[in-house]
């Protein structure tokens, strides 16, 4: 039987902590973003001296800017092999924000719950609603900082222009419709932002916070470098996304399917919960503790 | 000191983390060298029916002396978190469990302070240098040792790099000056790592905080075109951007030893464990 009051309070206490313990690295994230922002200005600005650019660059352009990844990375000896750094420290950060938290709340509150719940799930979701909620916030605070540089300096709309677009995300905007914008920019980026925090969070429970954060940073390295539906990272780079890659006209060209891309995602976190749950169960508390 | 020396040395040594991390490093050194530098194993094939071409030497390809592979990238992108992960949470977890305690009874903080700075700067630089030291073992047994050749096009370095003359006439002193840089770099990082840990009682603080600013380091000086004063762009012996310069390795070396030896002379005239 499901028990609510327990459930809600577990719950509640890990959305609090999700807003709580990770306010000053919300802080951290304004910057990050306000400096994402003077390197879109600072390409911007070479772009438009070059008469390349006419129009004023939006909301939509800067964030197509900064989530858009890279192509396909061919493997040459000549061509050196560079991760664009917005995509890169977006999700490196995430890393850090997730942290240790359920390394840490395991062996001090977390710890008297397990001992005394009636459910221990009900522990692991609210680690994995902690994942969501902080992902969420750190995406939130960066849209808003980015908005409030458009606001202040560019046009806060979320029209994407041709040219800006073309430019400096490499993107053909024209190809695009606002389905294919919200999935490719907004919800892919983040709904695998917060798998691959779920899946640090796991393997936190086997493995020693860092070693979690560098196992996740190979990870989205090698999301990066090889093409793959096992490397999810892949899923947030609309520039490897099927409407861009088909646009491109290369008949062999390998392309992420958004919708193929979402469902491999949700199923992911449910598989990864049900690992989670095992691994909890062959836990030895007191003997951590 | 010595006695503490001592005692801390044998607990790196002992310890499944340095075990841990060094294997990590290694995994990649080997991977990136049967990727990479095994498939260059036979250098005088036939190349393009233009006939028999100048064999590329190991410099060019071991993991430090490229920027093309996967592996290379990764390693130096997670070179803080090795140089943190052995030693950087221990002064945290020794204060907690007591330890600390101990072994101020057994001797003066100051020198207890100066052991730990030591052995935290060389357990920092040791797991960066094990992996290429490996790596570059392994390419230099099965490929050749030749000079390396501007004309080729195939070295990463440029007349504008730094110690580029060097590079091209004694490529194996270039070598290992770069990996003394990287272990100098390796062990002020591990060395910062246990110096936050003074002013912390996170105990995930002091792991993660120098590779943050190592992230945010790279963020800042791509952001404002600045590419040769990221560490990242500088450690790595290919050079991945051009106009590197000596004097910046050495300030921003200054840079980081600055706070580690205020934090650690801070901590041996504060410390209020006993």
Known sequence: MIRFTEFFTQIKRDVHNSFFLNRYKYLLTVIMFLLFCLYFDMNY???????????????????????????????????????????????????????????????????????????????????????????FCFYLVGYATIWLYTLAFKSPSLFLNYDVCG???????????????????????IFTSVVLAVAQTILTLWLKPIYSIICVIAYVCASAYYFSYFLIGNYSMILRSKKIVEEGMSINAKYIDPVAA?????????????????MTRKYDYIEKA | MNRFLALEVKRIIHSKRFLGVIFIGGFLAVVQYFTVGFKQRFP???????????PQPWYEYWMGGEWYSLFSYTFYMIFPLLATATIGD?????????????????GERKQYYKARFISAFFSGGIVIIIPLLLNMLLC????????????????????????SSLY??????????YLLVDFVYGGLFASFSVAIGIATRNRFLPLVFPFITYLF?????????????????????????FDISFLVIVIEAVLILVPTVLLFVWGAKKDETL
């Not at chain 2, 221990?90 to 072994?103: A, P, Q």
Request: glycine fraction near 6%; charge should be neutral; include cysteine.
């Open chain 2, 168 to 177: 091209f006439s004694h490529p194996l002193i270039y070598t290992f000056l």
């Open chain 2, 44 to 54: 005088l094939i036939n190349w393009s029916g233009i006939g028999v071409r100048y």
């Open chain 2, 90 to 106: 221990t002064l945290v977890s020794d204060r907690t469990s007591g330890y600390l305690r101990h072994m101020f009874i057994l």
């Open chain 1, 262 to 278: 979402l469902i491999i995602d949700g199923l992911l976190v449910i598989i990864l919960f049900f690992i989670g749950i095992l």
């Open chain 1, 45 to 135: 600005n070479s772009m438009v001296n070059l008469g390349l650019i006419e129009n004023k660059a939006s909301f939509g352009d800067v964030i197509l800017f900064v989530f858009s990844g890279m192509k396909e990375h061919i493997s040459n000896p000549s061509i050196k092999f560079e991760i664009p750094i917005t995509w890169l420290s977006c999700q490196l950060f995430i890393t850090y924000l997730v942290g240790d938290y359920i390394s840490r709340d395991m062996t001090t509150y977390g710890h008297q719950y397990i001992m005394r719940a009636t459910h221990k799930s009900y522990w692991l979701i609210g680690k994995v609603i902690y994942c969501i909620f902080t992902v």
């Open chain 2, 217 to 241: 380091s790279f963020t800042v000086f791509s952001a404002v075109g600045l590419y040769k004063y990221a560490p990242f762009n500088f450690l790595s012996p290919s050079q991945r951007v």
């Open chain 2, 140 to 163: 230099a047994v099965t490929c050749p040792s030749v000079y390396p050749q501007a004309a080729t096009g195939t070295a990463p370095i440029f007349t504008s790099s730094m110690w």
């Open chain 1, 167 to 189: 430019c400096l995300s490499l993107i053909d905007v024209s190809v695009l419709n606002i389905s294919d914008y919200i999935v490719g920019v907004i919800v892919l980026p």
